[in-house]
């Protein structure tokens, strides 16, 4: 079991980077940055099997970070992880470089497996890797993490029973469950509840966690692939800008870029100083 304190000490320092290049570079989608930092932390420093010195090693897992909108988070992921250099995230926003909103294609950056954004194309992209995995043979295992506002697409519930026809036991989702999407709750824009349910129903393995609580995000985790060869689903509830009490469950802050008092109290809630 991986150490949970030293993987919570990594969730704090990877929310204040977070904030602070928001605030930065002018950078927005910050509370569905923040929600989904503990699910990043978890699978990339006690889950997957990756090596930074070998991004394209074949053997490697493989992560789809389907709701592109939360890259801001994935880039400082990576760069703690050791893809490349944490000072390249100095070019952040600027005129030829390789970050922006939404993850590039990867080609231009290592660690990244798919350009994604365009809300819904994560999960298929997942299925056809983890399908082309099993006819080559290999044991990786296929992540995405989706938000709740993107189970809306039709394309998501397409892969779905494809997932689940195909026997996909290689292929695990996590749904980033924020309750948030950008302009209302998900449940007043499209009828999501009970998720966990639809998703059994479409032949998942579904298991609901706390997205907060690494422990039990982590047991959820070794329940894949699951023993009958269904596909796993892992519905984590969130809250939308978790970790500073000012941003947490207002959605004010999908596109609101914080100042930079904003920003030291934030870390002072954090506990991070750098």
Request: charged share 20%; aromatic share 6%.
């Amino acid at each position: 079991m991986a150490d949970i304190a030293t993987l919570q000490a990594t969730a704090r320092d990877l929310r204040a980077r977070i904030i602070e290049n928001s605030s930065k570079t002018g950078t927005p989608h910050l509370g569905s940055c923040l929600s989904c930092v503990d699910i990043l932390t978890v699978l990339y420093f006690a889950v997957l099997r990756i090596d930074p010195t070998k991004p394209r090693d074949a053997t490697r897992d493989r992560f789809i970070l389907s709701k592109g909108h939360g890259a801001p988070a994935l880039f400082q992921v990576l760069a703690k992880r050791g893809f490349y250099p944490e000072s390249m995230l100095d070019t952040y926003g600027q005129d030829g470089g390789v970050f922006a909103e939404h993850p590039p294609t990867p080609d231009h950056l290592a660690g990244i497996e798919a350009a994604t954004g365009s809300l819904g194309h994560g999960l298929p992209l997942g299925l056809g890797m983890a399908l082309a995995g099993r006819i080559q043979q290999l044991t990786c295992n296929v992540y995405a993490v989706l938000s709740d506002g993107e189970c809306n697409e039709g394309s998501v519930w397409e892969a779905a029973m494809l997932a689940a026809a195909q026997r996909a036991a290689n292929l695990c989702i996590i749904i980033d469950f924020n309750k948030w999407q950008a302009t209302g709750r998900s449940r007043e824009v499209m009828a999501l509840d009970p998720l966990a349910d639809k998703w059994r129903a479409f032949g998942w393995n579904a298991i609901e966690v706390d997205g907060h609580d690494m422990t039990a995000l982590l047991n959820a985790l070794q329940q894949h692939p699951a023993r009958d060869g269904r596909p796993t689903a892992i519905i984590a509830h969130t809250v939308k800008g978790k970790g500073v009490s000012f941003m947490e469950d207002d959605n004010n802050w999908h596109y609101r870029i914080p100042t930079a008092d904003e920003v030291a109290r934030a870390k002072q809630e954090l506990g991070v100083s750098t």
